[in-house]
């Protein structure tokens, strides 16, 4: 394993120890459920950068139609729907803590994130559902450019123009109001590690999955 891999898990390991154990000032309602924001709010930029990434390398396959763009954006956008989930599941422990409930209808933001998340899941039931690489791969693109078109909209966009209870809509406090000097210390570092976790973890997904299509194809030809 590269030396980069076992400095990265050190790395989230400090993050990790750091997010539970630092002492922070007391913040109104959210209290202790602040170090959260260690976790969550990278996790959805995390999302972000993937979906992007997996953007893309789809619209490279529809210039070059090389099917390594291809695995190159699927592994990208399920790396994108983990962290979308993982985002999503942080937004609910967090939701439970300050708003009283797991999941609320009258929150926006966690329903649109809910369907942007359900939209990637449509793009792996779409890649199933062809045998042919090429067209797969050509339709999957599309829809992957489609796909990532709409979560700045669902996610940010829209959420702000409605009601909300989360941090930065209308009448609540924006991050900066939230945000405790020695949770910064640690939260712009997690962004880093996410990433670079996130990248690992694309890349393993890549590699699993040219390999599977080099045995696959292998087996055809015999």
Not at 123 to 131: E, H, M, V
């Amino acid at each position: 394993m590269s030396v980069w891999k076992y400095l990265l898990i050190g790395w989230i390991t400090l993050i990790i120890t750091a997010a539970f154990l630092v002492k922070i000032p007391s913040i109104a309602i959210l209290e202790e459920t602040s170090r959260n924001l260690v976790f969550h709010v990278p996790m959805w930029f995390t999302m972000f950068a993937a979906f992007a990434a997996g953007m893309v390398y789809s619209v490279k396959y529809l210039s070059t139609e090389n099917l390594d763009d291809d695995l190159k954006a699927e592994s990208a956008s399920m790396v994108g729907v983990l962290f979308g989930i993982c985002g999503l599941l942080t937004g609910m422990v967090w939701a439970r803590f300050t708003w009283g409930t797991w999941w609320t209808f009258a929150e926006p933001k966690m329903n649109l994130s809910a369907i942007a998340l359900l939209i990637y899941v449509a793009y792996f039931i779409l890649r199933s559902a062809f045998d042919d690489e090429q067209l797969r791969a050509r339709l999957s693109a599309v829809y992957n450019i489609f796909a990532a078109s709409t979560v700045p909209f669902l996610l940010y966009v829209i959420p702000r123009q409605l009601p909300s209870l989360h941090p930065g809509a209308d009448g609540n406090p924006a991050f900066s109001e939230l945000t405790a000097d020695e949770l910064r210390f640690i939260f712009y570092p997690a962004i880093i590690g996410f990433f670079a976790l996130a990248y690992w973890i694309a890349n393993l997904r890549y590699r699993y999955r040219k390999i599977s299509h080099s045995v696959e194809a292998e087996a055809l030809d015999f």
